[in-house]
């Protein structure tokens, strides 16, 4: 092991014996007491150096004897300590393949970092997404900048399906160039898929394996992005074109514009979490003229043009390929069973939960009966999602909370170590 203190936390004295790391509520720790000796020897944990090479340099300081075992050991359990040598197969090779791809994504390494506790599990993390297999259904303002966000962080395989050709009102920065108008958009967001790649991902095969040798097995669909161009489809997802990922298993999240709001979510584990049908129930229950409404705008003529703001397609774009990353590496990202909505011009971004309704055949609701209490900001069994009056949460007021920090497995030891809020 080469022990090294996170880069990505900024340091920071707060009196003589107590250093903080990092800025954010989110992330930052304090310890102390610690003494002059103890702070200069910090400054060795940089990744250079093994723990028997550590241990020589704290003799020659004049620590006590297992001085730098404990310290290693106290800021592990932190979750302080990063490892770029001590980690997988697949991040070993990717750390010694290096060149320009690894250069580009160390932000993302670095944020990485942040949100793993065990040393080396940073890029663990970014290696495992080169093996993952993302579809995203739509190729418009949304979709397309959407895809390449999952490619240039690292997503292995982002499949994008539409139809139609690219019109002059799809271009966006980051998505479909100017270039690409009356292109097929099928071809043309997959080929700004593959402009956005930090590197050539391993591609298929005639017989759909993938070149890389290391997989034996054909791989799933890891996740299922609908960013549909129709107004219609973002506001009220049909829930029968949403079928076949209900019956395997794939877990998908929504994401669109529609009438100026920007819509993140929900993130639907199949048979855990509510579905388009939960949405579409309980919009019924709500509003009894609700199926009047949905049928006539999905028999209705499509508009041409739709009311989409390239910013808030944009922002909109961010926010769900962030969600999507969090869910593919590991966490269950705010969205999950839960849409977000931002309309202009306030642009707040409220929680709308969707809980799973018993008249859908889902199967999250039967799952959900005898299951804990609902977590705050969750919705209680029998309660009813809202898509009218006030919001229940917003993101400005979003906080980690203990539980999240429990799943992520960092520990916060007592005594003098304490989360700096």
Known sequence: MHPMVKPALRRGWRDLGTVQFGMTPAHAITLGPVDLATGSFLELLDGT????????????????????????????????LDDTRDCSPAATALRERGGEALERLRPDLASLSLTTAEPGGALSRLAARRALRVRVLGAGRVGSVL?????????????????????????????????????????????????????????RTRHGRLSDPVPDVEPGLSL?????????????????????????GTPHLYAGVVEGTGVVGPLVLPGRTGCAGCLQQHRT??????????????????????ACDLTLATAVAGLASAHALSFLDGAEPAATGTRWEAALPALTWD?????????????????????????????????HSSTR?????????????????????????????????
């Not at 723990?51 to 006590?64: F, K, Y």
């Open 49 to 80: 150096r093994d723990v028997p090479l550590l241990r020589e340099e704290a003799r020659r300081m004049n620590l006590p004897d297992g001085h730098a075992d404990r310290l290693v050991r106290r800021l592990g359990r932190a979750g302080l």
């Open 351 to 383: 929680a709308r939960p969707i809980a799973p309704h018993p008249a859908c055949g889902c199967g999250a609701k039967e799952r959900r009966r005898g299951s804990t209490p609902a977590r705050a900001g969750e919705k209680a069994e029998g309660e």
């Open 285 to 306: 229950d709500e509003d009894p003229v609700w199926p009047r409404l949905i049928t006539q705008w999905r028999s209705g003529r499509a508009r041409r043009v739709g």
């Open 147 to 203: 895809a390449a966000l999952l490619s240039g962080a690292g997503v292995g395989e982002v499949d994008v399906r539409d139809v139609g050709r690219v019109q002059p009102w799809d271009v966006a920065p980051g998505g479909l160039p100017s270039e690409a108008v009356g292109e097929r958009r099928e071809d043309a967001a997959r080929a700004a898929v593959r402009r956005a790649a930090p590197d050539r991902p391993p591609r």
């Open 389 to 421: 009056g006030l919001p229940r949460a917003t993101m400005a007021v979003q906080r980690p909370s203990a539980e999240r920090r429990r799943e992520t497995g960092v520990a916060r030891p007592t005594g003098t170590w304490r989360a700096h809020v």
């Open 224 to 248: 299922v992005v609908l960013a549909p161009r129709d107004e219609v489809a973002v506001h009220a997802p049909d829930p029968f074109l949403a079928e076949p990922l209900m019956i395997s």
